[in-house]
């Protein structure tokens, strides 16, 4: 996964280095693309910052209890998108007291394979909440 966030990100490196733009603007690009980078890399691919969910458990109809890196706390989520592949699934929590949604990515490598065939399948059941 670390592998993808890097190409994307380099990809937006390569464009912005194409498109003809001032020397400051194109600077400015590339150190948002940069810090942009050690953030994704930290929450979703190295699972190391504290704003990324270390356990994520299902309950029914789209609410799960997840907890963070660090934390002993559960917080309670409402799934409020979520897009399932055979090889990966990515979802948008709504954690309650969070102004922001959390976005939980998970590879097909990154779990067990009986339950990440689970967990795809009890999403699938699930209804969409808007």
Known sequence: ?????AVIHAGGVVVTAVVPMPWAIRI???????????????????RRSTSAVAVIEMDSESYVALRYVGEELWQ?????SRFIH?????????????RWPVKLVIAVDAVEPEPFRRWRAA???QTEVT
């Open 123 to 125: 999403l699938k059941l």
């Open 28 to 46: 400015l690009i590339w150190l948002a693309l940069g810090l942009s980078f050690i953030q994704v890399i930290t929450i979703h691919a190295w």
């Open 1 to 5: 996964m670390a592998c993808l966030f």
């Open 86 to 98: 055979p090889w990966l699934t990515v979802m948008s929590l709504r954690v309650e007291g969070r």
């Open 76 to 80: 309670p989520a409402l799934i409020t």
